[in-house]
């Protein structure tokens, strides 16, 4: 039962395990001249003293249990119960739901200790936050006070439960004829050793998390953005050396997650294709993207010497931001791609030519952004070789079409050993 275990000292006072306000000196005294009774209540119903001394009574039975005021004061077919109690110290013994005891003797029997744990004369230490009750029924709460708050060291957590009380007038006596108890049982299981468990009071806060978990069964494509790179001077309209700089940190990022199978880049941009069968941080979008984001910005700032070796970094240092998206078919995510490469091509295109009447026409940008608003792709090449003699056809791929970065997976088949 792992940490639950039995513990026969303290049962006595654990069982249903409520103690009232302080009780009166001796709560099993006869009761003389209490013959009032609240308006609204018949002759045959509790009144709220009657209650209350109900009350005190049996919670003293878990303080020093004395069998003759057991007999008086609970029926003989008295049943117990407390699923609270099962748990925490019957290891199972009992199904939830059954009784503790099923009956008076029974009881006396289970919490009945020769040297009880409380000292003759000891005040209650249980607090009764309320009781309510109808003509025949007693509901209270109750509480358990942490350590520093009582006179003895009973742990470090408050314990708090909630008890209904059946009764009825036997002989002109009221007799409580079933108990119900629940009480919080972890808590009182650390306060008394049984399972040390290490709390936090302000665990709570965990609560206001939100739950990020891609749906199953779907390709999930994390795309990664520098942030602001207009300042790091790159070369225009396309810089070699940026170029192998993204490529090499995305082959890092491929190479530290398996469950990538497809990387592809142009400019500052990289999008990361995980298979759909993956699991890894229980395909939590948060975990997967500030994952991918925070080792692909480690490897761009450790390889950026090797790349740019007369420029050294100055703050601010690169950096990226990402976002996680689900595709659930391969059209979708071959459309995806296309999206993104066809995106590649209408941009380098239109750098290439602003960037050509800039550095070769002698324009200013203003100028250059006024050239080419409103123009097709075919007028801007015809710009490009007409004015420049440039045909972008001839241009390298990697400047029209971006990066692609695949996984390679090889099936070797063994052959029979042959005798």
């Not at 005040?123 to 007693?138: G, V």
């Not at 009825?168 to 049984?194: C, H, M, Y």
């Not at 602001?228 to 790159?234: E, I, P, S, T």
């Amino acid at each position: 039962m792992g940490c639950f275990k039995p513990f026969i000292v303290l049962l006595a006072f654990l069982s249903a395990g409520v103690l009232a306000l302080p009780a009166p000196d001796h709560p099993w005294t006869d009761r003389k001249g209490d013959d009032h009774r609240e308006s609204g209540y018949g002759k045959d119903c509790l009144t709220d003293s009657e209650a209350r001394f109900l009350v005190d009574t049996y919670n003293y039975f878990f303080v020093r249990l004395d069998p003759q005021v057991a007999e008086k004061y609970l029926a003989p077919d008295f049943h117990e119960f407390s699923d609270s109690y099962i748990t925490l110290f019957m290891n199972g013994s009992k199904p939830l739901g059954s009784p503790v005891s099923a009956s008076r003797d029974e009881f006396i029997q289970n919490h009945f200790v020769e040297n009880p744990f409380y000292p003759e004369g000891s005040p209650n230490w249980f607090r009764i936050e309320e009781i309510f009750h109808s003509c025949t029924k007693i509901g209270f709460r109750w509480v358990l006070p942490p350590e520093g708050q009582l006179p003895v060291s009973m742990g470090p957590l408050p314990i708090r439960g909630d008890d209904l009380m059946y009764t009825a007038k036997r002989d002109g006596k009221w007799v409580i004829t079933a108990e119900w108890s629940e009480f919080n049982t972890l808590a009182w299981a650390q306060n008394i050793g049984i399972c040390a468990v290490e709390t936090n009071v302000y665990e709570y806060v965990r609560a206001f998390e939100q739950s990020d978990v891609l749906l199953p069964n779907t390709w999930i494509v994390v795309r990664i953005d520098g942030r602001g790179f207009k300042k790091y001077g790159f070369r225009k309209p396309n810089d070699d050396r940026g170029i192998g700089l993204m490529n090499a940190a995305a082959q890092g990022v491929m190479r530290e997650l398996q469950d990538l199978v497809i990387g592809y880049g142009v400019s500052d941009e990289y999008s990361f294709v995980f298979h759909k069968d993956c699991t890894l941080f229980e395909r939590r979008a948060s975990k997967l993207t500030t994952t991918i984001v925070s080792i692909f910005t480690a490897y761009y700032v450790q390889l950026w010497p090797a790349c740019f070796p007369e420029t050294p970094l100055s703050m601010p240092l690169p950096s990226f931001d990402g976002r996680a998206v689900m595709y659930p078919s391969v059209r979708n995510l071959r459309d995806y791609l296309s999206w993104r490469q066809v995106d590649c091509h209408i941009n380098n295109l239109y750098n290439t030519t602003f960037w050509a009447l800039i550095q070769q026409g002698g324009m200013d940008a203003v100028k250059a952004e006024e050239e080419l608003m409103g123009t097709s792709a075919a007028d801007k090449n015809e710009i490009l070789f007409s004015r420049f003699g440039i045909n972008y056809n001839n241009k390298p791929e990697v400047y029209k079409k971006g990066s692609v970065i695949l996984r390679e997976v090889r099936y070797i088949g063994l052959s029979p050993q042959l005798d």
